[in-house]
């Protein structure tokens, strides 16, 4: 399955990879630190509901155009005088993205440059993990404006750091640093500046290498394992560890470790 990158005004869409397995979006409004305005939502609404069902991919990377922002979240000039019918018509759109991007089959990793601020810190600690750059600066700072993060920052947050210090930092609105957001647990890594997305798509390929299926079924028992009791996640994972064991993928892996060759996935 392949995408027409024509198609989309306000994101760039680009095959990466030997098998272009990997599909890099870029939020691309960089004249306003690629705030998101209800057409970039509905674009990427389009493109990860079309790509959830996309089999040969194999790990997507969401990054920002232009060295200044990720995203600084929504468009706050689009909402200015915005009737209470569309604002909440672009909510539910947000709503949706949530949703489809935390429960996305393959893994998502955001690659931040810049600020990722309100509904931008949203959208990467809705992915799998962050690679951040030096000059990231990650913060919810919605509360200054009068509303809560509705695009999940709240419960996201709160699972990565802590409780106590997901509060600070929604109550004040207070900004941190990438040094500060990785030893707090938001970013899996801290890179030079402008060495994001290269780092990101370095580890976009080792996912590539591994087997698909055995991915997928990870990323659903870690999800949703991680909200519920020891005992139901661990049957989670007993469940999916038994369907592997069929599969045809791990006979090829078994295979391939033995006659000492890289495994050739079949993806069944």
């Not at 951040?132 to 509705?150: C, D, H, K, T």
Request: proline residues 2%.
């Amino acid at each position: 399955m392949r995408i027409v990158k024509e198609s989309y005004e306000m994101l760039q869409v680009e095959y990466r990879g030997e098998k272009n397995e990997i599909l890099v979006v870029t939020l691309n409004r960089p004249e306003v630190m690629n705030a998101m305005n209800t057409k970039m939502l509905e674009e990427r609404l389009s493109l990860f509901r079309e790509q959830a069902y996309n089999e040969e991919l194999r790990c997507v990377v969401i990054t920002g155009a232009g060295e200044r922002a990720f995203s600084t979240g929504g468009d706050l000039k689009e909402r200015n005088g915005m009737s209470d019918g569309t604002w909440k018509r672009q909510h539910h759109i947000i709503e949706d993205l949530v949703l489809l991007t935390r429960d996305f089959p393959v893994p998502i990793i955001a690659a931040v440059e810049g600020y990722a601020l309100a509904g931008g810190c949203e959208l990467a600690l809705s992915t799998d993990f962050i690679i951040a750059s030096e000059n990231a600066v990650f913060g919810l700072s919605e509360a200054l404006r009068g509303i809560l993060p509705g695009g999940g920052g709240l419960q996201n947050l709160a699972r990565a750091i802590g409780v106590r210090r997901a509060k600070e930092l929604i109550y004040t609105g207070r900004k941190i640093d990438a040094a500060l957001a990785y030893e707090w647990g938001i970013v899996n890594r801290v890179v030079a500046k402008g060495k994001a997305l290269e780092t990101a798509l370095e580890l976009a390929n080792m996912i590539a290498e591994t087997a698909p299926m055995a991915v997928r079924a990870a990323k659903v028992s870690i999800n949703q394992g991680s909200e519920t009791d020891y005992h139901t996640a661990y049957a989670l994972d007993i469940a999916a560890y038994n369907q592997l064991v069929t599969s045809e993928d791990r006979l090829e892996g078994v295979a391939a470790f033995n006659e000492k060759r890289k495994p050739r996935w079949k993806n069944q």
